[in-house]
């Protein structure tokens, strides 16, 4: 599986924009890229995926590199409750074995009042 | 609609003895998953359904491991022999492919001890 890097942490204060960062250099042409977060206590919440172009939706947006080698979730307006861990994961759209999710460390983002 | 139900969501039991697992995915998600998360661990794939296909047991970490999926809804986890390393949060996820991808939903998980 392409792998993908992310800061272990980041901070960000209620009701300011939270950009998290994702490299994944080794993606290829048919990855999709999928973030997911978990709250404490809870399990793991989709948040977003796209492939080539930006996404938006009512969580957040996905903003996609030209050279597809990195992304960045933008949470527009942070608030307490969006602090959780959130993975960037990568999924083959040719299925094969690539259906599991194989989630890595994520970035822990705490969201001061 | 209802969402990725768990049951029950706390299990605890001794070294030795066998439990069970129940996870009700979505109505017409094809698609089940099972993962488990050790304390501040990242999730760890256990065992894949889909549809009527044989499952994927490749993510079993031993055979006291064993699910299975009736009627293509609700599945169970069983875990023989319970061991104090099997102690973890047991997630259920299930899914739909549309388009070439999917999107997994959650579970709340079932926190098992073993003591």
């Known amino acids: 599986d392409a792998k993908t890097t992310q800061p272990n942490s980041m901070e960000s204060n209620e009701e300011e924009p939270v950009h998290l960062p994702c490299n994944h250099s080794t993606i290829s042409g048919t990855d999709y890229i999928h973030w997911y977060r978990q709250l404490p206590s809870q399990g793991p919440e989709y948040v977003i995926h796209?492939?080539?172009s930006n996404v938006n939706n009512r969580m957040a947006s996905l903003a996609i590199a030209e050279d597809r080698k990195s992304s960045t979730l933008i949470l527009h307006r942070a608030t307490l409750r969006d602090a959780a861990v959130y993975y960037c994961?990568?999924?083959?759209?040719?299925?094969?074995?690539?259906?599991?999710?194989?989630f890595g460390k994520g970035t822990l983002l705490t969201v001061n009042p | 609609g209802a969402g990725v139900s768990q049951s029950p969501s706390n299990k605890v039991t001794e070294k030795g003895k066998d439990v069970e697992l129940r996870c009700d995915p979505i109505?017409?998600?094809?698609?089940l998953y099972w993962y488990r998360q050790s304390l501040g661990q990242g999730l760890e794939f256990l065992i894949y359904?889909?549809?009527?296909?044989?499952?994927?047991k490749s993510g079993l970490p031993s055979d006291r491991f064993s699910a299975e999926r009736t009627g293509g809804s609700v599945s169970t986890l069983t875990i023989q022999r319970t061991q104090q390393e099997d102690s973890a949060v047991y997630l259920c996820a299930s899914s739909l492919f549309v388009g070439g991808t999917d999107t997994q939903y959650f579970g709340p998980g079932t926190r098992l001890t073993v003591l």
């Open positions: 109505s017409g998600h094809t698609a």
């Open positions: 796209g492939l080539t």
């Open positions: 359904f889909q549809g009527n296909s044989a499952p994927d």
């Open positions: 994961i990568l999924r083959d759209i040719g299925g094969g074995s690539n259906y599991k999710l194989t």
